[in-house]
């Protein structure tokens, strides 16, 4: 039984865990408001080094696992640099900017890339934005262990 399908989990069980570093390989400029994405019911996702994934917008209020998003704007293709594991909250940040947190996953392009779902009250397009091919992308939960 998967422990978030079956309501095991009465809190986010990760505790601490460490910054997803990634770099842009693919900067998008398409807008849909019918996308129909539908979020699976897991909060997390493995990111593997060297994998490369994409970041899609939406502003879609009550986002979160189950749910269908419509509008969206999509942001970048990624590739991992440093893996770890992402949870729905996690911050995403471009240039010191937050981007937006995590709403969710959806497995529509498995096993080619997983669509990473960011919830942001304004979104763009990664063109509009202005982001850059090799811009560096870090996704934080605000919790990373650090060992000195």
Request: hydrophobic share 35%; charged share 25%.
């Amino acid at each position: 039984m998967d422990p978030y399908t079956g309501g095991l989990f009465k809190e986010n069980p990760f505790s601490t865990k460490r910054n997803i570093e990634c770099s842009v390989v693919a900067v998008l400029q398409a807008r849909l408001d019918n996308r129909s994405l539908h979020l699976i019911p897991q909060i997390s996702r493995v990111l593997k080094k060297n994998d490369i994934h994409e970041l899609i917008f939406t502003d879609q209020e009550k986002t979160g696992p189950g749910a269908i998003v419509n509008r969206i704007a999509y942001i970048a293709f990624v590739e991992i640099k440093t893996g770890g594991v992402m949870v729905m909250g996690d911050e995403v940040y471009w240039k010191n900017n937050l981007l937006g947190t995590v709403a969710g996953f959806d497995d529509t392009h498995i096993p080619n890339h997983q669509n990473i779902i960011l919830y942001s009250p304004k979104i763009s397009t990664g063109k509009e934005l202005n982001i850059r091919i090799e811009d560096q992308i870090i996704i934080s939960s605000g919790q990373e262990d650090t060992v000195k």
